[in-house]
């Protein structure tokens, strides 16, 4: 890092302190204000702040190190953002029309206060320990990497740039609020996009072109299949990455993630009206393109250069295995020259803080809302806001106190993260798909779709930790079935199970009434409901949405 670099990271900081500054002195009068920015965000916000908050460590560090180690595969899961759109044109007029803050609050509307309380305690330990844990773990790593610092006043630099990022990220989240995770992300993506873009094309020149880059991932081997590198679609029989598997595994969790996740339907909820929060999911799909070409494509580039430097270019661990995870932030240190490497690092800044941002906002509405409220329902407006910001003090001293736990298991957890979210998205995504595709889905159905998912799925990570650590296990049917059964085709079989049980325990229950499920589910809206969803919309939210699909299958041909 030179001296440029700095002047560009501090020009960054001053930009930020300047926005949170203005946003604080407008004042969080209530919890709407505070919470979703008094639901008066405009659609470049929405898109920003949902492509903002998706991009974290999973992407800088996961996507990246995922190019360089095993190629395509994990495009999938990016190239499903188009189910943004499903939030857009299917979601946002129900929740909506329900005014309701969380995702929690919106399943007691549809179905009872148990399937609340189930989603909403799911949710909290959901994020303070898989989420802000790895956000902030990459965080360190990344830091470490790319200033190259080993040691600062005798402290491990890793704690330093973890724990600052957390403390600076806490202080705008705490007395900002929703306002100040909305309009930092205007500021942060166009860095985070212009940083990523010149590291692709830099990476690119510096391996000799796109041709070069194919050339050298396509005689790489997978499997044992004749699958390569640049091979999305891979045998059936391939263990990790099936392609049918792929593609019910990324849907299922895609559904789950960008159309009834809190951490980012909270972004939707903000907007003004229906128009702008489908217009948001509009702009935010368009953006979710971009990270197979800004963070996994740059990850095979530095294994090209990595292959081309004979095995010099990645850092190696102690037992001389490359270090696929230090692919991106080693092509920031050192083929990016002075100044536009201060730009990328103010881009990776942005990314780790929007993301962790969005998560103490969505963590600390969980429980204010979901928790406090619920307990204390004649607590003042002003005494919300307070509870919020206290909530998001304590959010982030327990994300602190992971650190070292983190560290310690740091690549075996992150090696889960994806699992977690394979067994966690199931039952959440069978109880809201059926709860606003049909009527006759009940209370105790929805309920005991909830559950059912979080006992399988807690019985696959319980399974996952047995026998990863246990040489000499027997082979049984549980075995089989929770264990050594693809996590992908495991993910899709869980999803119609819990729909099942949704079914089935919803026909054995009484029907709900016809006031209850009013504007909360498919053929139940008003009238004047319709009219007001029909103008909100016209043909150029058509047209895009049809653009942003097209994208994606032209992708899926090309690298088929």
């Not at 180690?69 to 979601?91: P, T």
């Not at 799925?457 to 047995?466: E, F, Q």
Request: hydrophobic share 50%; net charge neutral.
């Amino acid at each position: 890092m030179e001296l440029l670099d700095w002047i560009v990271i501090g020009v960054f900081c001053l930009a930020l302190i300047g926005i949170v500054v203005w946003v604080i002195n407008q004042k969080n009068n209530d919890s709407a204000d505070y919470f979703l920015g008094g639901r008066d965000a405009t659609w470049i916000a929405i898109g920003a702040s949902i492509f903002a908050s998706n991009i974290g460590s999973e992407h800088l560090i996961g996507l990246a190190g995922a190019g360089a180690s095993s190629g395509m595969a994990m495009a999938h899961w990016e190239i499903q953002g188009w189910m943004i759109l499903i939030l857009g044109w299917v979601f946002v007029p129900f929740y909506t029309r329900s005014m309701v803050y969380t995702m929690p609050e919106f399943l007691e509307k549809r179905y009872n206060k148990e399937s609340r309380t189930i989603l909403s305690v799911i949710s909290l330990i959901s994020y303070v320990l898989t989420k802000v844990a790895v956000t902030v773990y990459a965080g360190g790593l990344v830091f470490q990497q790319v200033f190259g610092i080993k040691e600062l006043w005798g402290i491990d630099f890793f704690w330093i740039a973890a724990i600052g990022l957390v403390l600076i990220t806490a202080l705008y989240t705490i007395f900002g609020g929703m306002k100040s995770v909305l309009y930092t992300s205007v500021l942060q993506t166009p860095i985070l996009l212009l940083g990523s873009l010149i590291i692709l094309v830099l990476g690119l020149k510096a391996v000799g072109g796109w041709d070069q880059v194919l050339q050298v991932c396509s005689i790489q081997p997978v499997n044992e299949y004749g699958d390569h590198m640049t091979d999305l679609m891979r045998n059936l029989k391939d263990p990790d990455y099936p392609w049918l598997g792929a593609l019910v595994g990324s849907a299922v969790i895609g559904f789950w993630y960008w159309c009834t996740d809190q951490y980012i339907v909270q972004r939707v909820l903000s907007g003004k009206n229906e128009r702008e929060a489908r217009r948001g999911t509009i702009f935010g799909a368009y953006l979710k393109l971009l990270p197979v070409f800004i963070f996994l494509i740059p990850g095979m580039i530095a294994y090209a250069l990595n292959v081309k430097s004979g095995g010099t270019f990645l850092p190696v661990d102690a037992n001389g295995v490359t270090i696929s995870d230090a692919a991106f932030p080693t092509l920031v240190a050192k083929i990016l020259p002075a100044g536009v490497k201060g730009l990328v690092v103010c881009g990776i800044l942005a990314a780790l803080m929007s993301s962790l941002a969005s998560l103490f906002n969505s963590s600390a509405m969980l429980f204010t809302i979901d928790f406090y409220k619920r307990l204390r329902p004649n607590t003042s407006e002003k005494s919300l806001v307070r509870i919020g910001q206290m909530a998001t003090v304590v959010i982030v001293i327990l994300g602190i106190l992971w650190i070292p736990i983190m560290r310690s298991v740091g690549n075996v957890l992150y090696n889960y993260l994806q699992d977690v979210q394979s067994v966690l998205a199931p039952g959440i995504a069978a109880a809201f798909l059926l709860g606003i595709c049909w009527k006759r889905t009940t209370a105790k159905g929805g309920m005991w779709g909830l559950l059912s998912g979080i006992i399988i799925g807690l019985t696959r990570l319980g399974a996952k930790v047995y026998y990863s650590n246990t040489t000499d296990a027997t082979d049984n049917w549980f075995k089989a079935v929770f264990y050594d059964f693809n996590w992908l085709y495991f993910c899709g079989v869980m999803l119609i199970f819990c729909c099942l049980v949704v079914v089935i325990v919803s026909l054995c229950t009484e029907a709900p009434s016809e006031e209850k499920i009013k504007g909360l589910v498919f053929g139940t809206a008003t009238p004047e409901q319709k009219a007001e969803s029909r103008a909100s919309w016209n043909h150029w939210d058509v047209i895009h949405s049809i653009i942003i699909l097209a994208i994606t299958v032209a992708f899926y041909i090309y690298f088929w």
